[in-house]
């Protein structure tokens, strides 16, 4: 999460400030033509990552669990104990 997103807003300032530097004699760093592909099957605000990377809406693909070779089942487990080594045990099962 976080640290992902240090690395990419790193890559694009640098790819920013590298593209403004470059004289046209000079050799293109690869690093001037810097390309972010994003994907991911969980990610609910993909607009606003695309608007955060700079990829205009008509760039975004988004596809719904309809495209999913397996159906997705989520399912959500309690605990009633209120020892945290208790929970732990619980795991352990």
């Not at 997103?5 to 530097?21: D, G, I, P, W």
């Not at 592909?37 to 695309?50: G, H, L, R, Y």
């Not at 205009?56 to 719904?64: E, H, I, T």
């Amino acid at each position: 999460g976080a640290c992902l997103e240090a690395v990419v807003t790193r890559m694009k300032l640098m790819s920013r400030f590298v593209h403004a530097s470059q004289d046209s004699s000079e050799k293109v760093l690869p690093v001037a033509s810097l390309r972010i592909i994003a994907v991911s099957a969980t990610i609910p605000n993909v607009f606003d990552i695309a608007s955060w990377i700079q990829v205009p809406r008509s760039g975004v693909k988004r596809f719904g669990s309809e495209f999913r070779p397996v159906q997705l089942h989520t399912e959500v487990l309690g605990y009633r104990e209120t020892q945290p080594w208790q929970f732990d045990a619980m795991l352990n099962q």
